[in-house]
T-cell receptor, first 110, second 116 residues
Framework: QKEVEQNSGPLSVPEGAIASLNCTYS??????FFWYRQYSGKSPELIMF????GDKEDGRFTAQLNKASQYVSLLIRDSQPSDSATYLC??????????FGKGTRLSVIA | GAVVSQHPSRVICKSGTSVKIECRSL??????MFWYRQFPKKSLMLMAT?????????EQGVEKDKFLINHASLTLSTLTVTSAHPEDSSFYIC????????????FGPGTRLTVT
């Protein structure tokens, strides 16, 4: 069964802190992993993807993948109030639909 | 990142009429496009997968005769909601996958449909 587990939150962090979002998945055949940000009333926006074990950094965002532990995370450094949104973790196996988690609500407090 | 557009962004129609929503990948070719709907404060729900030049694959419970999908080219897919009813009112979002590579998938801005 394809599953992605995410803590629904809300996760509250103070402005300037590091926000850590976590995701576990069940399918060992998973190939690529994605983090989307979705603001209320808007569509999801792809902010990071990763397919190799280790870390991938892009600006204030770092995605971390550990395939042995079936774990993927997203770190947001220097969190800003504008980062407040729902973060969706997803994975894909071949050219099939993304399997999404239910999302974690992040609230950055000024 | 790649850009996906949707048109219209918002539409109000009367019960019984049909509405067509267009989804375009503006700067890449998308052999596969996906259509989702989302109710307020709920998760994305996949409706169908659309491959260029072939029939769409619908998820269980989604009526293919009501939600007509056409993927006529590598940059355009359309969703037509036929004989719309108030319960079809929702946020419809398309998504396009870049051909080859790591299966990156980008979402359009969505279409808010209200059926009166």
């Amino acid at each position: 069964q394809k599953e992605v587990e995410q803590n629904s939150g809300p996760l509250s962090v103070p402005e300037g802190a590091i926000a850590s979002l976590n995701c576990t998945y069940s399918d060992r055949g998973s190939q690529s992993f994605f983090w989307y940000r979705q603001y209320s009333g808007k569509s999801p926006e792809l902010i990071m993807f990763i397919y190799s074990n280790g870390d991938k950094e892009d600006g204030r965002f770092t995605a971390q993948l550990n395939k042995a532990s079936q774990y993927v995370s997203l770190l947001i450094r220097d969190s800003q109030p504008s980062d407040s949104a729902t973060y969706l973790c997803a994975y894909v196996v071949g050219n099939t639909p993304l399997v999404f988690g239910k999302g974690t609500r992040l609230s950055v407090i000024a | 990142g790649a850009v996906v557009s949707q048109h219209p962004s918002r539409v109000i129609c009367k019960s019984g009429t049909s509405v067509k929503i267009e989804c375009r990948s503006l700067d890449f070719q998308a052999t596969t496009m996906f259509w989702y709907r989302q109710f307020p404060k709920k998760s994305l729900m996949l409706m169908a997968t659309s491959n260029e030049g072939s029939k769409a694959t619908y998820e269980q419970g989604v009526e293919k005769d009501k939600f007509l999908i056409n993927h006529a080219s590598l940059t355009l897919s359309t969703l037509t909601v036929t004989s719309a009813h108030p319960e079809d009112s929702s946020f419809y979002i398309c998504s396009a996958r870049i051909a080859g590579g790591s299966y990156e998938q980008y979402f359009g801005p969505g279409t808010r449909l209200t059926v009166t």
